[in-house]
Every structure is written in structure tokens, then in C-alpha cells.
């Protein structure tokens, strides 16, 4: 049972880290993957069983979280697709897991405290200090905002509130307390719901393996490893159905990559560099993005990679030569809790995701914490000064979570926030493009297409034709057909081209035009209802209405309904 010390503790905790991201509560949803689970996910609208039997049968977006998709069920069946909710339901979720942080430091302080040296120096003070130390910057740190305020991260924040209780449940299996069975019952579901929201949480019972090394200090010997693998094989047995599902859910979609596209060299380049990058980041979080591009091919194995090997290979070292077996412990789940998601197996083209640290970044801030929990055990006056300096870097972290909250707000700021850190990222300024649009300023979804155009892409008629479009949209129907017609010059028979200046042309008054356009969208694609349609509506404004109904008729017979509406009840049956 909790003290009621620890639970005040971690309650403060908690809500300190909500009130730090109340601004995420007026944040919207971004155009990446947001809209692919909500939007796009017409299984949401189902009910009852069915809701359910899709929920555990569908692939969603590459990835089988059928837990993560329920919980999109209820948010929509609560709030439909007003984000306040969804936003809420993360917050609250974080806050939860900031205080399962703060009593699994408190516990694990406990008992590392018990089993060493300085087990006279025990103090509940300073417990609750180091505790505190490690929830606040659990929750606080910036790196987690994307794990928080992103909507589509729902699978993340909730997949770690049933790892922390997992672990926590099998701390109390483990030290021999009442009802031991049930606690490890518990400890196993807990698992399984964290799995069914998101397959990251395979690495539990490794996670829990280390923990019988220490602190638990039940896993010394051949006979003590033996029995504590023994008892983790119901958790252990699910590791390679999750994973099978994993590979199979992706790859079945195409988002792990092919060998031939990301060879093992690059992938152990990219795997090296990433532990070493998200230590740097939760030590200077500073250039946080959602996409971190990929090395190109000539930046492999520079001397990044050798800096990154070197800081790796040394904190193993200091943990083996030191003999300290709490550096070894925080160090070994920090690598095994990134080895899914850490490169080995490439998905996208992504190098790393802020995402991915939100539960592995507990090694080294759990070791961090406990060493300070044991400085400030030796005296009162050490406890002011870890409070003098921990204070003023808790209200810097606050404040860059508050900045990295409001990348987040729209798909807007958070395309900016990219392409300052990536300039020269295309995919970046054309989803912004795409941002700006839907947001109707046009002016500047027009300029970042220029900026994309300029720099002469392998897809320019298409990003011509968006720009076309926008021109449209913007009432600039000159700038429109210039880029109509450049597409023409670069493609005669580029039909959407003529469609789009035969459609301006009309828009303007200028009939013949916007025939002859029209017309060459049918000599592109012969029978085309649309083309058909559209030239039948010119011809019947130009006056030639017989020739136009015939048209119109004909797009009717194709099945258009838009040619069928036009025409109302005098439709001839096909």
C-alpha cells in the first residue's frame, strides 16, 4: 500500500504536469495521422460487436493497437471530432503515468537504499526527493510532448500507463507481499493491455528481468536467473506473437523497408547514432521536430557516428569497471526498451521520433534521480541545494513544454516548427502547403509550392497543378492558367491540366476557350463522363443547347451523377 506521503507526493506530481499542459487542451488535430485514424477510420462509426470484431481484425494505418482503437472508439462516441477531448483523455493519461513514475521511483529507491552500503542513510525525505525529482522530469521534459499532444500518440501515453502498472504490480509479486498469485495475474494483464495498445511494450519482461538483477536482487546465481526467467515465460510467450503481428501489420503495407532499399550497415549507422541522439536530447532538448531525417548516403559512418559509439561504449565501461550495478540496471532498459523502434528494423525514413523516449528516457532519469535521492540523504542542507538547482530547471523544462506544446496546436506550426530545423525538407513545406489551404490563406500555400517548384522536383507537373489549384481557390484565375499552361508545355497530353484551364476559362466568360479545352480532354481520354459533362454545360452557355443536352446525356449514360442531377427526371435509362 502507499504511504500517504508518497501518494500526496506523486498527486502533486501529477497535476503539476496537467497544469503545465492545459495549453495542449486547444490544440487541434494535425494533419499527420490524425486524420488517418479519425477521419478515415470508418470502423469508428460502427457499434456494438461489430465496433469491436473490427477493432481486433483491422490494420489501422500499419499498426494493430486494437486497445488504442477502442479507446478512439469511446472518444468519438463522447466528443465526435471536437479535439478538446482527445487532448484530454493524453493529458489526463500523462499525468496518470507521471504518477505510476513518481511511486515506482519512490519503490525502486526503497529498495536500492536496502540492498547497499548506505543503507543507514535511508531517509523518507530523501526518498520523496529523488521521487519527485524523477516524476516532474518524467512529466515536464519537452521530449514527451509529441508523446502527449499529438493525438494519434494516444497508443503511446496509454501503452505506458499499463507498462508502469505492470511493473509496479510484479514489484509486489516479487517482494514476497500478500497474494502473490494476484499480483502476478494482475502484472500479466496489465502486460497484455499494454501490448493490444501499442507493440513497443514487448520489452516488459526483459525490463522486469533487469529488475530482478536490481534492485530486487533475485536473480544472483544460476539457480536465482534460472527460476526468474522461469516465472517470466507466460510474458515472454507473447513477445513473438506481437511481434509476428508487427512484422506482418507493416510489412504487409510496406512500411518496414527492404533490405535492398536500407542495408544492415546503414541500419546499424542509424541505430548507433540514435541511442546516442536521444540521451542528447533529454540532456539539451533543444530542435525537437516530428521528423528527423535519415543520414543521406554519403554521411554514414562519419565521425557523428564514431562520437555517438565512443559516449556509448563509455558509459558501458564506467558501469562495468565502476561496478555499479544501479548504471548497469538504468543503462541496460534503456537500450533494450529502445531496440524495437531503434532502427535495426527501418521504418519509413524516419532516424529517430521525440515518441520513441517516452518510456526508454526512465533509465537514465531514474539513475539520475537515485543519485540524488542519495546525495541529499546525507544532509538537510543538501536537500536546499538539490532544490536551489532543481527548481529553476524545472521551470525551464515547463516553459519549453509549453513552447513545444503550441508546434503542436496545427498542422501549420508544426510543418514551421520542421522546416526551421530542416529547410531543405520538400515534404515538409508541401504538407504545409496543404495546411495553408485547408486553412484558406492561400497566398502562402502558393508561396510554399513556389519555394517547391523552384527547386525543380521529380513530380513538378503535379505540385504546378496544386498551385494551379490554389491560384483557383484564391480567385487568381491568371497565375492559374500560367501554370495550367505550363503543364501543357511540359506534357501535351496532361488531361487534368486542360480539365483545370477549361473549368477557369468557363469561370471567366470565355466560352470558345473553355470548349477547346474540354475538347482536348476527350481527344486525352475518350468517353470521359466529366469531360463530357463539362463540355456539354459550355456548350449549352455558349447557346448550342442541343449539342450540349446530348453531351450531358451521354455523361448521364456513364453514370455520372452529376450529368443525371443536371438533367433531373429526363434521364434516358442506360
Known amino acids: ?46 457499434t456494438g460487436l461489430q ?8 490494420i489501422v494505418h500499419s499498426n494493430w493497437h486494437p486497445l488504442t482503437i477502442i479507446t478512439y472508439g469511446v472518444e468519438y462516441e463522447l466528443w465526435g471530432f471536437d479535439p478538446f477531448g482527445y487532448h484530454l483523455v493524453n493529458v489526463l493519461l500523462h499525468a496518470a503515468n507521471t504518477f505510476l513514475v513518481f511511486v515506482l521511483a519512490s519503490q525502486l529507491f526503497v529498495l536500492a537504499f536496502q540492498k547497499s552500503s548506505d543503507a543507514h542513510l535511508l531517509r523518507e525525505k530523501a526518498v520523496l526527493a529523488g521521487a519527485f525529482m524523477a516524476a516532474i522530469v518524467f512529466g515536464l521534459h519537452p521530449q514527451h510532448v509529441e508523446s502527449v499532444a499529438w493525438v494519434s500518440e494516444l497508443k503511446d501515453v496509454l501503452s505506458a500507463f499499463f507498462f508502469l502498472l505492470s511493473v509496479l504490480l510484479y514489484i ?39 529488475l530482478d538483477f536490481y534492485p530486487l536482487g533475485r536473480a544472483h546465481g544460476l539457480m536465482g536467473l534460472k527460476k526468474a526467467v522461469i516465472e517470466k515465460l507466460p510474458f515472454l510467450a507473447l513477445i513473438p506473437v506481437v511481434a509476428l503481428v508487427t512484422v506482418w501489420a507493416q510489412g504487409g503495407d510496406r512500411a518496414i523497408a527492404p533490405l535492398m532499399v536500407s542495408p544492415i550497415s546503414e541500419r546499424i549507422d542509424i541505430a548507433i547514432r540514435g541511442f546516442a541522439f536521444y540521451l542528447k536530447k533529454l540532456f539539451f532538448p533543444a530542435d525537437l521536430v516530428p521528423f528527423y531525417v535519415r543520414p543521406l548516403a554519403g554521411e554514414f559512418y562519419n565521425p557523428g557516428f564514431f562520437l555517438s559509439l565512443f559516449a556509448l561504449s563509455s558509459i558501458g565501461a564506467a558501469s562495468v569497471v565502476l561496478r555499479r550495478r544501479a548504471l548497469s540496471a538504468a543503462y541496460l532498459y ?13 521504418v519509413s525514413d524516419m532516424a529517430a521520433a521525440d515518441r520513441y523516449s517516452y518510456l526508454p528516457s526512465l533509465g537514465p532519469v531514474l539513475f539520475l534521480s537515485g543519485v540524488a535521492a542519495l546525495f541529499v540523504s546525507r544532509s538537510h542542507r543538501r536537500l536546499v541545494l538539490l532544490a536551489a538547482v532543481f527548481i529553476p530547471a524545472a521551470l525551464v523544462m515547463a516553459f519549453l513544454t509549453v513552447k513545444q506544446i503550441y508546434v503542436w496546436k496545427d498542422s501549420v506550426s508544426l510543418w514551421t516548427q520542421q522546416i526551421k530545423v530542416y529547410p531543405t525538407m520538400i515534404q515538409a513545406y508541401a504538407k ?11 497566398d502562402k500555400a502558393a508561396e510554399d509550392y513556389t519555394g517547391i517548384i523552384n527547386k525543380a522536383p521529380a513530380d513538378l507537373q503535379l505540385l504546378l497543378l496544386k498551385r494551379a489549384e490554389v491560384y483557383v481557390k ?15 508545355g511540359l506534357d501535351e497530353r496532361n488531361g487534368a491540366a486542360y480539365s483545370g484551364k477549361g473549368a477557369v476559362l468557363f469561370q471567366v466568360g470565355d466560352l470558345s476557350g473553355a470548349i477547346s479545352s474540354f475538347q482536348k480532354v476527350l481527344e486525352i481520354r475518350p468517353g470521359n463522363p466529366a469531360a463530357l459533362f463539362n463540355l456539354g454545360i459550355a456548350y449549352s452557355t455558349a447557346g448550342e443547347s442541343e449539342k450540349g443536352i446530348e453531351l450531358i446525356r451521354e455523361a448521364a449514360r456513364l453514370g455520372l451523377p452529376a450529368a443525371s442531377d443536371y438533367l433531373g427526371s429526363d434521364v434516358p435509362t442506360p
Do not use: C, H
Open 432 to 442: 504545409r502547403a496543404k495546411a495553408y489551404e485547408k486553412a484558406g490563406i492561400f
Open 474 to 488: 484564391a480567385g487568381n484565375n491568371r497565375m492559374a492558367i500560367r501554370d495550367y499552361d505550363l503543364v501543357i
Open 172 to 210: 509486489r509479486y516479487a517482494k514476497g507481499e500478500g497474494r502473490r498469485a494476484y499480483f502476478y495475474a494482475l502484472s500479466f494483464i496489465s502486460f497484455s493491455l499494454a501490448l493490444l495498445s501499442k507493440p513497443m511494450a514487448i520489452t516488459l519482461p526483459i525490463a522486469l528481468l533487469i
Open 51 to 58: 465496433f469491436l470484431k473490427w477493432a481486433f481484425t483491422s
Open 334 to 346: 534503456y537500450l533494450i526498451t529502445l531496440l524495437p523502434v531503434i532502427g535495426l528494423v527501418q
Open 1 to 46: 500500500m502507499l504511504s500517504r506521503r508518497t501518494a500526496f507526493f506523486a498527486l502533486i506530481a501529477a497535476l503539476v504536469t496537467a497544469a503545465v499542459y492545459l495549453p495542449a487542451l486547444g490544440n487541434g488535430f494535425v494533419d499527420w495521422d490524425d486524420y488517418v485514424y479519425l477521419y478515415e477510420s470508418e470502423g469508428l462509426r460502427l
